[in-house]
């Protein structure tokens, strides 16, 4: 025979098995049980001091909950169906080890505003980590781009070779990209830092609480001043999934660089052995696993977004039950996004070595210096657009003999126009190109270096 539920009393008859199942969350918003038993013990200690229970209460639940602490964490509690969900599993347990005490703890507080608590205290313990993960990553793509400040790597546009850059200042596009993954965390954290405690189901409660008091008890910047809109509230959770979409936007890019740069068309980098795997019918093949998953894995995160906007749009004020189905896709996309930071981490640290003799070739065998020398023109009084246009027709004529910029002759260059000198060869040269786009935020050699210097502040 089932146990009893918390609500049972207004039912004739026991709940049907399958909808029992369909119904309960013990199997996912166990995640949530650390949070609920520290909240529960700010709430014993309200009650308490609201003299709503006795001290000697107080001491009962706070050690009855504990205990319920060390026995989960010891694997000695693991509740299942017949506990509907989290909440109800530890009140039962609690009231078995402390009986009566045990019923109290609920006085003042329904399911509503218990499980946007945990939620709340979850997911702000989660972006601390996930926060402290940027960092990581931030710091090892620093670490590879102070070794290749002066290492060229071509830059596209449309996929197409534009520009010889720096692969540091590559790197460092990336950084800015996690730099503003941590800040927009940084800024939800604060309007997750909120406390539904108190709001009872959805009009408060008569008993005199004080909510600021389990507030600042469990961390929070203050209360939510609506009790509706405390215990219904999920903007928090679609503004972290919408930011832990971005971070999988912003590691998806990357990976889908990484893909292409080892594939043997580029032969930029190599991926060691690992950091990758095998082909069980091709042996020659090194396949680049960590960045194809994280490049897969990011729909999936895309999705709980999507999921959660629509869960909402159309949800009455206050708590619905729909809303357990906020959990289960918050929870994954929490394990999807520090999982991805996690093995990029461990590939940009240790699973990645740059053919930098390939680079240098790379960056020589193209027109991705015609710029330069229209730059070279407009810099000699040449107005731009005509030097553009003049460029244009170089690089047509040379494709069509086979030459590239740097084989023509002296001659040639001054034949094509007279302001052409010797000097024209240097600032062409790959390693001058680059160096040359000193402008703020470019890919000049001493600005990448200023940058490097700015970013190793902001992780420090």
């Given amino acids: 025979m089932n146990p009893q539920k918390t609500w049972s009393q207004r039912f004739e008859s026991s709940l049907n098995p399958e909808i029992e199942r369909f119904n309960a969350s013990i199997g996912f918003d166990i995640e949530l049980i650390e949070y609920d038993l520290t909240g529960s013990i700010a709430h014993a200690k309200m009650l308490a001091k609201t003299g709503i229970i006795s001290e000697d209460d107080r001491e009962k639940l706070i050690s009855g909950l504990e205990t319920i602490r060390q026995e989960y964490r010891n694997g000695e509690f693991n509740p299942g169906i017949e506990s509907e969900d989290v909440h109800f599993a530890v009140e039962r347990r609690l009231t078995e080890l ?11 507080r329904s ?10 205290l979850y997911l702000r313990d989660r972006i601390a980590r996930i926060r402290q993960q940027i960092r990581n990553f931030q710091t090892v793509l620093l670490d590879l781009a102070e070794r290749h400040v002066e290492t060229p790597i071509p830059g596209y546009t449309h996929l197409q070779r534009a520009q010889p850059i ?17 800040e927009r965390l940084g800024e939800i954290a604060k309007r997750v830092n909120v406390s539904p405690l108190g709001c009872g189901a959805l009009a408060g409660t008569t008993f005199p609480i004080d909510r600021h008091y389990t507030a600042e008890l469990l961390g929070f910047d203050r209360p939510y001043a609506n009790s509706l809109d405390g215990v219904s509230d999920r903007d928090f959770a679609i503004e972290f999934l919408n930011a832990a979409s971005l971070i999988m936007v912003h590691l998806s890019r990357l990976s889908e660089e ?4 080892a594939s043997q068309e580029f032969s930029f980098v190599r991926l060691k052995d690992n950091c990758a795997t095998g082909s069980s019918i091709m042996p020659q093949k090194k396949n680049p696993d960590v960045p194809e998953l ?3 894995k990011a729909g999936r995160v895309f999705g709980h977004l999507q999921g959660m906007l629509v869960l909402m749009k159309a949800l009455p ?6 809303l357990q189905e906020d959990k289960e896709a918050l929870f994954d996309a929490v394990k999807t996004v520090q999982g991805c930071l996690e093995a990029m981490t461990i590939l940009f640290r240790e699973g990645l070595e740059f053919h930098t003799q390939r680079l240098a ?3 020589a065998e193209d027109f991705s210096n015609a710029t330069d020398v229209a730059d070279y023109l407009a810099a000699k009084g040449v107005p731009f657009r005509e030097a553009y246009n003049l460029v244009g027709k170089v690089v047509r004529t040379c494709l069509e003999s086979g030459k590239l910029l740097k084989d023509l002759t002296l001659d040639e260059w001054q034949a094509l126009h007279p302001k052409f000198e010797s000097d024209i060869y ?8 680059i160096a040359a786009r000193n402008s703020f935020g470019g890919t000049g050699f001493d600005r990448v270096r200023e940058a490097l210097a700015v970013a190793r502040e902001l992780v420090r």
């Fill in 98 to 108: 402390v009986g009566d005490a045990g019923k109290k703890l609920h006085t003042a």
């Fill in 111 to 120: 399911r509503n505003d218990q499980v946007g608590t945990d939620t709340r």
């Fill in 166 to 182: 720096s692969l540091a200042h590559h790197l460092l596009a990336y950084f800015e990209m996690s730099q503003r993954d941590w």
């Fill in 258 to 261: 990484i893909i292409l740069w």
């Fill in 294 to 296: 994280v490049r897969g």
């Fill in 317 to 322: 004020l206050a708590y619905n039950k729909d």
């Fill in 361 to 363: 070739e790379a960056v």
């Fill in 426 to 433: 240097e600032s062409i040269s790959p390693q001058q190109v």
